[in-house]
């Protein structure tokens, strides 16, 4: 499975930004998904999951209630809606693909990671 992120950009506090991390290969229907963030000097942390079938879904506390993530198994991408941006929400953010198939907020769940996209919110 390869996956590419997109959708990251400069957006102003309270702003809302969508990601997309569009994957190849085959059996995306069966792997959850995952954003993990990295912000500057610190270490990477979980987002936001779902699982293969987009029944169950998992976020950070940090992001409970102002990102939404989902999924479209036939067009082979997941989705990440971010709303009410602030600026700690800085950073890059990765998609994942666990093969376990079940939404988790640990990066041993995760098997194939995509390149990263910046988000960058101004105050």
């Known amino acids: 499975v390869q996956l590419q992120a997109s959708g990251g950009g400069l957006v102003q506090a309270g702003g809302s930004l969508r990601l997309s991390c569009a994957a190849s290969?085959?059996?995306?229907?069966?792997?959850?998904m995952g954003w993990f963030r990295q912000a500057p000097g610190k270490e990477r942390e979980f987002v936001a999951a779902?699982?293969?079938?987009?029944?169950?879904?998992y976020y950070a506390d940090s992001v409970k209630g102002r990102f939404t993530i989902s999924r479209d198994n036939a067009k082979k991408t997941v989705f990440l809606q971010m709303n009410s941006l602030k600026p700690e929400d800085t950073a890059v953010y990765y998609c994942?693909?666990?093969?376990?198939?079940?939404?988790?907020?640990?990066?041993?769940?995760?098997?194939?990671w995509g390149q990263g996209t910046l988000v960058t919110v101004s105050s």
């Open positions: 779902i699982n293969w079938s987009g029944t169950s879904t």
């Open positions: 994942a693909a666990g093969r376990y198939g079940r939404s988790s907020g640990t990066e041993d769940e995760y098997d194939y």
């Open positions: 290969g085959r059996a995306f229907g069966t792997y959850a």
